[in-house]
Nanobody
Framework: QVQLVESGGGLVQAGGSLRLSCAAS????????MGWFRQAPGKERDLVAR???????NYADSVKGRFSISRDNVKNTMYLQMNVLKPEDTAFYYC?????????WGQGTQVTVSS
């Protein structure tokens, strides 16, 4: 079992940056491909960035070139560096395995980008 806790969200102006963290409990974190998902009001939860167990990364087109996902298997932590933020990046951000495991969803962290 893995418990995931997201942090690092906040209010930022367009063009700004934030760094999200996902702290994982348990000793099996390194065995999972992980991802950052986001859900805007009235929309579905979508995968925006994925990192494999060997740290190969993939990004949704909407964030490619602006967001960077990384992981530290020693610290059991995953990160999402978000640069050149846009108002359309406003959402709750969640981390989970890829594909996601329902019981692993945490509370998320809110990101709000003002124009």
């Amino acid at each position: 079992q893995v418990q995931l806790v997201e942090s690092g969200g906040g209010l930022v102006q367009a063009g700004g940056s934030l760094r999200l963290s996902c702290a994982a409990s348990g000793r099996t974190f390194s065995r999972y491909a992980m991802g950052w998902f986001r859900q805007a009001p009235g929309k579905e939860r979508d995968l925006v960035a994925r990192i494999s167990t060997s740290s190969v990364t993939n990004y949704a087109d909407s964030v490619k070139g602006r967001f960077s996902i990384s992981r530290d298997n020693v610290k059991n932590t995953m990160y999402l560096q978000m640069n050149v933020l846009k108002p359309e990046d406003t959402a709750f951000y969640y981390c989970n395995t890829v594909p996601p495991i329902g019981v692993f969803w945490g509370q998320g962290t809110q990101v709000t980008v003002s124009s």
